[in-house]
Nanobody
Framework: QVQLVTSGGGLVQPGGSLRLSCAASGLSLVDYAVGWFRQVPGKEREGISC???????NYADSLKGRFTISRDNAQNTVYLQMNSLTPEDEAEYYC???????????????WGQGTQVTVSA
């Protein structure tokens, strides 16, 4: 079965950190860009980061350097390191396999299931 498995969410205190993982099965991510999105109920889904097959990455301006995306092709996994978390980061987080090798926004082939991040004291 071809799928993306997202994990690493949970409850964290404000100022804390989490690392989300996006692992692919039945598909090699090495030739694809991978993105991360988040969504809060009642709000629009927000694209927050993307990493190309060549390792080039981009981030939403709102993240202010707190998040870092990386990929481990040997593990067929993309990570999102999230630091200095605030309640505004609380959301369901999703990873995506993009259509091509670049973060061009050309389209999404597959979504992973969401992982919930809760930021609370």
């Amino acid at each position: 079965q071809v799928q993306l498995v997202t994990s690493g969410g949970g409850l964290v205190q404000p100022g804390g950190s989490l690392r989300l993982s996006c692992a692919a099965s039945g598909l090699s991510l090495v030739d694809y860009a991978v993105g991360w999105f988040r969504q809060v109920p009642g709000k629009e889904r927000e694209g927050i980061s993307c990493i190309g097959a060549d390792g080039d990455s981009n981030y939403a301006d709102s993240l202010k350097g707190r998040f870092t995306i990386s990929r481990d092709n040997a593990q067929n996994t993309v990570y999102l390191q999230m630091n200095s978390l605030t309640p505004e980061d609380e959301a369901e987080y999703y990873c995506t396999q993009e259509e091509g090798s670049e973060c061009s926004g050309s389209g999404i082939d597959m979504w992973g299931q969401g992982t919930q991040v809760t930021v609370s004291a």
